[in-house]
């Protein structure tokens, strides 16, 4: 398969969250140009019009639309398929590589993973995210994982649950013109909406517009200085209902140094617990006493990125990230918060 030039094309069910797939995807250096579409049925089409060499389906699509590899292989066989999700399942990823996919990608981790996804089609290699590989409890053989590996790949998949159960609210934002990305549940348990209604819109859309100066000057900042700490600003629900948050942003950057996007995180300051002395209250930094740095780390690590890309975006040695992740798993621990963690 020729990585050079990538034509990907990226199905999901939401039209929005494609094209903010899409737009990550887009500075990779592989990649020649990206569509995006939320109907399967499209899919030929795309391939047929010279479109699409690679091919993305979320879960919605992948696990449903049957015989889906075969009958592109058969007629495309130029042309690469890979499934995007979030389910550990054993039995369901193994039901995704029989019907032909050639990755299987946990999709939070998506940006950062595609540079290995790439050369691993180019190797003509079955490629299967590290997050998502399950755990051996037989001691492995060779050319297979070991048992600090599976650890490894447990931890992920719970940072990853973990910030989307957050007490937070956190936010992707694409720098340009403030898009958002992705967010967490927490965030649309708390705001009212819908993913779909969030997923490409404008982040002032979701800020009151009584205190749209302040989240400007806050967006201004953020593009001047790489970053936002404290900042008490309102958001709307969409019944129309005020929250006082306290915003904090920092930047998440590739390999290179390059900025991707901004993780913005809210938190809620009309809980009972954030409103008083104490501002981290029963947020997961509060309960856990991280420390500020703990806490970037983790949320980064929610987000999919692993130490060496995390090292990279905090411009800290990878010594010194790994101490960190060996703190979070220790604090987090003891916290209760994951439970099943072990040193």
Not at 25 to 52: E, M, T, W
Not at 120 to 142: G, I, K, M
Request: aromatic fraction near 8%; hydrophobic fraction near 40%; charged fraction near 25%.
């Amino acid at each position: 398969m020729d990585t050079n030039e990538l034509r990907v094309l990226i199905v999901k069910a939401s039209s929005a969250a494609a094209a903010a797939i899409g737009w990550k995807l887009a500075k990779h250096p592989q990649v020649s140009s990206v569509a995006h579409s939320d109907q399967s049925s499209r899919i030929i089409q795309f391939i047929r019009n010279g479109q699409a060499d690679l091919v993305m389906l979320d879960d919605s699509f992948a696990g449903q639309v049957q015989d889906l590899p075969v009958k592109v292989k058969a007629s495309f066989p130029h042309v690469r398929l890979v499934a995007l999700t979030e389910k550990s399942d054993h039995a369901y990823l193994g039901r995704l590589q029989k019907e032909g996919y050639d990755a299987i990608l946990f999709e939070p981790a998506l940006a950062h993973a595609f540079p290995v996804l790439v050369s691993h089609l180019a190797a003509e290699e079955f490629f299967l995210s590290p997050e998502l590989s399950p755990a051996q409890d037989d001691t492995p053989s060779a050319g297979q994982p070991d048992a600090g590996d599976n650890a490894m790949r447990s931890w992920a998949v719970s940072y990853f649950d973990l910030y989307h159960k957050a007490p937070e609210m956190h936010l992707s934002i694409r720098p340009e013109d403030a898009t958002v990305l992705e967010c967490n549940n927490t965030m649309l348990e708390k705001t009212g909406y819908a993913k779909n209604e969030v997923i490409g819109k404008p982040v002032f859309e979701f800020y009151h517009p009584d205190h749209m100066e302040e989240a400007l000057q806050a967006f201004s900042l953020f593009s001047k200085t790489g970053h936002v700490e404290n900042r008490k600003l309102w958001i709307r629900t969409k019944q129309g209902r005020k929250i006082p948050v306290l915003l904090n942003v920092m930047a998440v950057r590739d390999n290179e140094g390059h900025l991707l996007y901004s993780n913005s995180t809210w938190l809620d300051l009309s809980e009972p617990e954030a409103a008083g002395s104490n501002r981290d209250g029963e947020t997961i930094r509060g309960k856990a006493r991280l420390t500020r740095r703990e806490y970037e780390v983790f949320s980064l690590l929610g987000q999919g990125l692993n130490d060496k890309q995390i090292a990279v975006n905090l411009a800290l040695s990878l010594r010194t990230v790994r101490q960190h992740h060996k703190n979070l798993k220790q604090k987090l621990a003891i916290a209760g918060l994951l439970d099943h963690l072990s040193n």
